[in-house]
């Protein structure tokens, strides 16, 4: 049952400077953050920090020499359990080289999907592992979903998406019936023991509550994290950005004090724990830095009810031109694939040399076959992935931007498209809506690449966007 959107305003603010707290903390703390993204919408709040879509020893240095703050790319949500693990076992050991080289202390941030889809708590287990190694013990996991500028919200331990002006519990939402990693449960303390199987009960999950943080009662909820032991699993409930804040002061006070937090969190506590300030909406100008004539290029991979009307919305935007990538052709063998591919890429430059926008997107019925599996799908999902990258890395026209629409397609558009190994976030073009500076190594260097993530935004929001890279100021 869901909750009129008003009730957030019920909720009395705390009568204290929660940011001068906050960045007190901050500069008494000397660890750095990596935040595993697992896929590229995780700066959907940040800006002028490093995405290293690569985990050589040499980049993770540099890193750790320069940046109290980074992201790796993992584009773990389109891997399978055997893909997601090796790969998150060679981060962890080259991470912990990294910072011995250093001379660093660091913390690990799994940046999931803020309406819970993704390889939990696999992920986490593999990053307790790792912490181990470095530290000795792991206290204990915190879970903190809360994302404002996507609608998600957690009110007595009930996670929320915002539906104009309701909140749906996220358990009734299209996102928890993902074919790949669906669930039931929309209180977080039922959603972690369904998500590990009972091994967790959910009378055993600590909550971090509203009226706590309301209140201010650093000294409460101080205690709570330090009495947290043997890995215990802790939520945090939230509904702004000065709950995040408060949370977030005690957090740092709490590992000041030696203890070890793995913690799986969607974009809003990485903003706050990083001190990364509020920025304005990203102009024009900002993002379009050369002088160039050509048009730009949407790519809409994602299926979610939400996309298509906003795919639906933006081709009513003038110069814009749809091209309908019939990704089914997966399914009729490699040639026919291929030729499908080939045909999108020639339209796509004839529009782009007129200066218009093309708009590329795959066929919005999901392809779904009885009996299928889970793994089958997300196989089959991922070389549609593969087909809808080559759509960019195809051209042999430079277009003056280029947008992706959804979290596994803008990860191998910006990786294996655009051929991108260290982006600077530039800020956001919408609220929750990344966009990233390509960098000089990359196949159409230093153009903006938007990030649009599946499940954010209004309908009109994809137009906004393109409407903002299109209109010169």
Known sequence: MGLPFSILLSYEYPQLNVDEILDE?????????????????????????????????????????????FFILTNSRAMSEAETTALHKQIIERVSQAARICEKKYFFISRGDSTLRGHYPLEMNILKKGLESDYGKVDGEILFPFF???????????HYVKDNNELIPCGETEFAKDKTFGYKSSNLKEYIEEKTNGEIKKEDVISISLDDLRKADYKKILNILMDVHDYQRVIVNAIDYVDVKLFTAVFYEAIR????????????????VGGINEKSLL????????????????????????????????LKLEDTVGIEFQSSTVMYGNDTFVTE???????????????????????????????????EALARSVKISKGVYLLVKGLEVEPSFV?????????????????IKVAKVLGQIEPGIPVWEADKGSKFPEIPYVIFPGNVG???????????LINKE
Request: glycine residues 8%.
């Open 283 to 314: 102009r024009r100008s900002e993002m379009i830095k050369k002088d160039i004539s050509n048009g730009g290029i949407v790519v809409v991979g994602s299926h979610t009810e939400k996309t298509t009307k906003q795919l639906e919305e933006l």
């Open 257 to 272: 004090r030696g203890k070890v937090f793995n913690i799986r969190s969607a974009a809003s506590f990485v903003r706050c």
């Open 403 to 419: 947008v992706a629409k959804g979290g596994i397609t803008s990860a191998d558009v910006g990786v294996k498209g655009l051929g």
């Open 148 to 158: 404002k500028e996507g609608g998600r919200y957690t009110i007595n331990d009930v």
């Open 458 to 468: 209004d309908e009109d929001t994809l137009r906004k966007a393109v409407e903002t």
């Open 341 to 375: 591919i080939k045909r999108c890429i020639a339209e796509e430059e004839k529009i782009i040399k007129q200066g218009k926008t093309a708009v590329v997107y795959t066929e919005r019925e999901l392809l779904s076959y009885e009996n299928d599996t889970p793994e």
């Open 25 to 69: 903390e901050i500069r008494s703390d000397d660890h750095v953050f990596v935040v595993l993204d697992d896929d590229p919408t995780g700066v959907q709040c940040v800006h002028d920090v490093k995405v290293y879509t690569d985990w050589s020893l040499d980049s993770l240095k540099e890193a750790f020499a320069n940046e109290r703050l």
